[in-house]
């Protein structure tokens, strides 16, 4: 498990528009660690998690993508078995800790990830959690 930084953007929900973000992305050479998007009325909200947030913002900058200011939240991964995900979250739950938001996948040959959030105040005392073995 690793901290992480994301990013959003709001575009206007309608075909192309995640994909006018991302492909401006790629041109610039940005790997994605996540992205997630989810509509908002009559906008769409788009999340990602560079590789590489220094490089992610000099990026956007030039392209003139009005994301958000960075954000915190936390990428796991490793070998998919049943419970992976449900034991890191008991152990928030077991702290106090709220996660405010979660996606997991599977990501074949018998990986998976999830990326999760916290709220502010949270994510420092989140990260001494994962860091304690």
């Known amino acids: 498990?690793?901290?992480?930084?994301?990013?959003?953007?709001q575009?206007?929900?309608?075909?192309?528009?995640?994909?006018?973000v991302l492909s401006t992305l790629v041109?610039?050479?940005?790997?994605l660690l996540a992205c997630t998007g989810y509509p908002q009325g009559r906008r769409a909200q788009i999340d990602v998690?560079?590789?590489?947030?220094?490089?992610?913002?000099?990026?956007?900058?030039?392209a003139g993508l009005p994301f958000?200011?960075?954000k915190s939240g936390?990428?796991?991964?490793?070998?998919?078995r049943a419970g992976?995900?449900?034991?890191?979250?008991k152990k928030l739950a077991q702290a106090g800790v709220?996660?405010?938001?979660?996606?997991?996948?599977?990501?074949?040959?018998?990986?998976?990830?999830?990326?999760?959030?916290?709220e502010p105040e949270d994510v420092a005392r989140t990260a001494r959690l994962f860091r304690k073995k």
Do not use: C, H
């Open 1 to 9: 498990m690793r901290r992480v930084d994301y990013f959003s953007i």
């Open 11 to 20: 575009v206007p929900n309608r075909p192309g528009e995640a994909f006018k």
């Open 27 to 31: 041109s610039a050479g940005i790997n």
């Open 49 to 62: 998690v560079p590789e590489d947030s220094r490089k992610f913002m000099a990026a956007v900058r030039k």
């Open 68 to 70: 958000m200011p960075k």
């Open 74 to 80: 936390f990428l796991i991964q490793g070998e998919d």
């Open 84 to 89: 992976a995900l449900a034991e890191n979250l």
């Open 98 to 118: 709220n996660v405010t938001a979660v996606d997991a996948v599977s990501a074949g040959q018998g990986r998976w990830g999830a990326i999760f959030w916290v």
